[in-house]
């Protein structure tokens, strides 16, 4: 196989320790010219959902890459680590959810393994740090093209964990979604796709009585005031002008917000 020569990496380490840096060891011994995009190493810690949405909104706009992703509280039990075959793609990790939305934006699975390949490990595997000793040396091997099949045993696209689907309900008038992420500045961002705005007005209420209004950015409210939006993922949002609309909704992920035409 002609391999990749990029690896997205995706994580919950953190960047004040070394656990990012010793991944990047890990690929520099095996596949020392395949370059490595940092995607994020801030998902909140063992938040899977947060890190299968940032990884699954980033995905499709990276060059053709291995995408190794490693939010993983399972790590050392009996979770099995796969390799995920897109069309545009091969995505490395635990199989706990982590993976399935990027590789649906990728063009959906068309084969998966698992990842129990001795020799494709680096040195003693410790049990808590899959993603030094196991994935990362994986994600190497595959982007210098070796064929995902050499990773393990092929294993039905069916049985891979998957996380539960946010809910979306959309009526006359009205929408009610799951909030799906919430961003560093405090933009709440809902599982409903930005199209389902197209049934409301402009002037809106969230959660029966927060006033609010729809736009296309920012500015199209002052200062202080609630925005309702499709952003670059496509998806319903929610701003606040200069402020943060986290605070002001008082939500977290996995709530539901209710979103009516005024």
């Known amino acids: 196989m002609a391999g990749y020569g990029w690896i997205s990496f995706t994580t919950d380490y953190g960047t004040f320790d070394g656990f990012v840096a010793a991944c990047h060891g890990s690929v520099a011994r095996i596949a020392p010219d ?103 040396p994986a994600a190497a091997r595959l982007a210098l093209g070796a064929a995902p099949q050499e990773a393990g045993p092929s294993v039905d696209p069916a049985d891979l964990t998957r996380l539960p689907d946010p809910g979306v309900t959309i009526g006359d008038g009205w929408i009610e979604a799951e909030v799906l992420t919430v961003d560093r500045f405090g933009n709440v961002q809902l599982a409903a796709e930005g199209s389902a705005l197209s049934g409301l007005g402009s002037e809106l209420l969230i959660n029966g009585g927060v006033r609010a209004r729809r736009g296309t950015t920012f500015a199209d409210v002052n200062v202080g005031e609630l925005l309702v939006f499709a952003d670059s993922a496509d998806r319903v949002a929610i701003a606040v002008n200069n402020g943060r609309a986290v605070v002001l909704l008082s939500v977290v992920p996995g709530d539901t917000v209710r979103i009516t035409a005024r």
């Open 34 to 136: 395949v370059r490595v995009i940092d995607v994020t190493h801030h998902v909140p810690p063992a938040d899977v959902a947060r890190g299968a949405a940032v990884l699954a909104q980033t995905a499709p706009h990276l060059p053709a890459s291995v995408h190794l992703a490693v939010v993983d509280p399972g790590v050392g039990t009996a979770r099995r680590g796969v390799v995920l075959t897109t069309p545009n793609g091969l995505l490395v990790g635990p199989d706990n959810g982590l993976l399935i939305w990027a590789a649906e934006a990728l063009g959906g699975i068309t084969a998966a393994h698992e990842l129990a390949n001795k020799d494709w490990t680096l040195g003693s595997v410790s049990r808590t740090f899959h993603g030094r000793d196991v994935f990362a």
